[in-house]
């Protein structure tokens, strides 16, 4: 079970860091991700954090702004958004799979809740 929050309104050039508490699993042994759905649109990979070796990758838009991090102690895997944008608003998933990269949603186990970003101009 993988439980987001963070979510909230913020103005844009602003920051917001999104949580995601993962339970009844071997959390390091999992890939976890971030996905973000805006309205009307297609879910999209936003990050990820690899279970081996640490290996992180992030979509072209967030480059430089969004950084993930995990701490496999408390189970819980972090999206520090920097420099926020309107364009950056959705509902923000958290994911979790066995693949060491996930950057689609045919990879992912498990889907957290959502929580709702939304950046004002």
């Known amino acids: 079970q993988l439980q987001a929050s963070g979510g909230g309104l913020v103005q844009a050039g602003g920051s917001l860091r999104l949580s995601c508490a993962a339970s009844g699993r071997t959390f390091s042994s999992y890939t976890m991700a971030w996905f973000r759905q805006a309205p009307g649109k297609e879910r999209e990979f936003v990050a990820f954090?690899?279970?081996?070796?640490?290996?992180?990758s992030y979509t072209d838009s967030v480059k430089g702004r969004f950084t993930i991090s995990r701490d496999n102690a408390k189970n819980t895997v972090y999206l520090q958004m920097n420099s926020l944008k309107p364009e950056d608003t959705a509902v923000y998933y958290c994911?979790?799979?066995?693949?060491?990269?996930?950057?689609?949603?045919?990879?992912?186990?498990?889907w957290g809740q959502g929580t709702l970003v939304t950046v004002s101009s």
């Open positions: 994911a979790a799979g066995p693949a060491l990269g996930i950057i689609d949603v045919g990879r992912v186990e498990s």
């Open positions: 954090f690899s279970w081996s070796g640490g290996r992180t």
